[in-house]
């Protein structure tokens, strides 16, 4: 802070450029600093949490030119001229994924602080394998960690959004069809 109380512009770094969310971003900042912090901090998307800063629990998932990734490892200059993907760019249009309904409708959400790398890991193995079986599910799952609802309410929401779009998908093929 400068001495007038206003908050500084530090020109020294270099810009960084990615897209999050489908929206085009610019930060200076240090190269190093984790992305994680970058998207709390700096661009203000709070939805992804951190919950243990090693990469060990998944909290701080996004996704990365379409891998999944901890954000709490990957320092910010990785991801210049990269397409990002955060928890906030799962609904569209004022529309909840299929994902995040099912959680809700599931319980599939506890305390929050899984959750959105739950989501991200939950849409990532949807977009590779639309109709998973639940070891397959346990599998895609298993880099994060819950300490609220011993996982079964997770596994019933990823079923219940497998589900969920393959009906979508089906009505949608038969009003094309029309």
Known sequence: MSENGSAEVNTQWPPIRFTVNGRSCSVQA???KRLLDVLRED???TGTKEGC????????SIRVNGELVNSCLVPVLQVDGADIQTVEGLAQDGKLHSIQEAFLQCGGAQCGI???GMLMASVQLLERNPHPALPEIR????????????FMRIFESVLSAAAAMKDETE????????
Not at 53 to 60: H, N, P
Not at 139 to 150: P, Q, S
């Open 30 to 32: 240090p190269p190093m």
């Open 43 to 45: 661009l203000r998307l």
């Open 53 to 60: 800063g090693e990469g060990e629990c998944g909290s701080c």
């Open 114 to 116: 899984c959750t959105p």
């Open 139 to 150: 599998e895609a799952l298993a880099g994060n960690l819950c300490r609220c609802t011993g």
């Open 171 to 178: 009505l949608a093929e038969t009003h094309d069809a029309r």
